[in-house]
């Protein structure tokens, strides 16, 4: 095949990726999918699965480059363009004791993961990024992590899915508890759970406003943190995924680490946008057009996801997903009360 030939048929994976895109868009946009708080990342990866197991195999094979792109560069620029909903003015706001429950969530709920998953005898790559995703900020971290270990495609699909489902729970699980007595929290300590313990950003929004204007603030802050510590998670994790290769390939043998930029330059933007010089009007668009970008990236992976993946790696995932879930709300709501 030409070179020209090649991009032209790379083009055509790329349209169908915006198309698709294009559709989530218009379906989140509607009022039952936002009373749901489900973003058009959400509704992307499930577009994609719709194609993977109905109309994948009548189209051309040469497309799949095209969807590959999307799952892998374009995701990579999408977390990058990320750190516009950033600022370290962020940290400062809520205070040294509610960085600290974050940092422990986050650690905790990455080492629970691992232990559980191998107690499990679970795939690696979903034990990690099912874990990542419960522990940093859902759909967003799975991708960032996906980025750095390089897995398969539909082990990123089945991670995504479990933390979905269990961050839609915890959206409308938490505001029930709290407003029927259950969670024995104030206000502000109700945003710093709220916010170091639900998994998306949006489920974050949709629970914090379901519980008042002061939990929601305070939740949204704490959750920002939260999806900064996914740079240090990142570096970490190709360390870590390095000294395994090294490990394997024989006693001498040096493992290259692969340094994952898109996240360094995920803290420069967050530095960036931490001095205000840029028009709210515009970041505003370039959040817009970051969630294309992450949507064309769910959308891709949806894409290269069929049933039978999801059969091949069973039920395991979501008992780890729950394993972690239980963690969260018991461990996060002990943190609250003793430091907070």
């Not at 080492?111 to 979903?126: E, H, N, P, S, V």
């Not at 990542?132 to 996906?146: H, P, Q, R, W």
């Not at 914090?208 to 305070?218: H, L, Q, T, Y």
Request: charged share 10%; hydrophobic share 55%; proline share 3%.
């Amino acid at each position: 095949m030409k070179i020209s030939e090649t991009k032209s048929s790379m083009l055509h994976g790329i349209l169908l990726i915006v198309l698709f895109s294009c559709a989530a868009f218009y379906i989140g946009d509607m009022g039952f999918v936002k009373s749901l708080s489900l973003s058009p990342m959400i509704v992307g990866i499930i577009l994609g699965m719709l194609y993977a197991n109905s109309l994948r195999n009548n189209l051309p094979e040469t497309w799949v480059p095209g969807i590959q792109f999307c799952s892998k560069r374009v995701l990579r620029f999408g977390i990058i363009l990320y750190g516009f909903r950033l600022t370290f003015q962020n940290v400062l706001d809520v205070g040294i004791p509610a960085i600290i429950i974050d940092a422990i969530i986050v650690c905790g709920t990455i080492l629970i993961g691992l232990l559980a998953g191998r107690a499990m005898k679970m795939d690696r790559g979903i034990t990690l990024l099912t874990s990542v995703g419960s522990a940093i900020c859902g759909a967003a971290a799975v991708l960032g992590a996906e980025s750095a270990i390089r897995t398969k495609p539909y082990k990123t699909a089945v991670a995504v899915s479990t933390v979905v489902i269990f961050g839609t729970l915890s959206m409308f699980l938490y505001p029930i508890l709290y407003r029927n007595g259950v969670f024995v929290l104030s206000p502000a300590e109700m945003g710093v759970f709220a916010g170091s313990t639900i998994h998306e950003v949006a489920h974050v929004v949709g629970a914090g406003n379901a519980m008042g204007e002061e939990v929601s603030s305070i939740a949204i802050i704490v959750k920002m943190i939260r999806v900064m510590m996914l740079v240090p998670v990142l570096l970490v994790i190709t360390w870590v995924v390095a000294r395994a290769a090294a490990a394997q390939g024989g006693v001498g043998e040096k493992g290259k680490i692969n340094i994952p930029w898109f996240a360094i330059l995920f803290l420069v933007v967050i530095a960036f946008n931490s001095f205000d010089w840029l028009p709210a009007a515009l970041v505003d668009f370039i959040n817009t057009f970051d969630t294309f970008l992450l949507t064309m990236a769910m959308t891709a992976l949806g894409a290269e996801t069929s049933i039978e993946k999801f059969k091949k790696a069973g039920a395991k995932p979501f008992v780890l997903a729950l394993i972690l879930q239980l963690w969260l709300i018991f461990g996060g709501y002990v943190l609250v009360q003793s430091l907070v």
